[in-house]
């Protein structure tokens, strides 16, 4: 997430104000070691305003130069 947050050149709290979750939520969110924790809804949301914002998530295994899992652009920011 704090990735994605800085491809995007955004804080927390605009990552908030983007996917309608709260502040905290994304805070706890960010703190997950390893796996992203959440609800169902609140991931959804996440992943939908990063994705509006121009990034792609990758999952394991994904064609990419370093094979693992990850975040990138997926072309000129809106």
Known sequence: MRAARALLQIDQRQLA???GLSVPTIQ??????GVVRGNV???MKLVAALREG???LLDEGAVS???GR???LMGPRP
């Open 65 to 67: 130069p370093g094979g």
């Open 41 to 43: 809804d609140s991931l």
């Open 17 to 19: 104000e983007r996917s």
């Open 54 to 56: 121009g990034i792609a």
């Open 28 to 33: 706890r969110m960010e703190a997950s070691d």
């Open 70 to 72: 990850g975040v990138r």
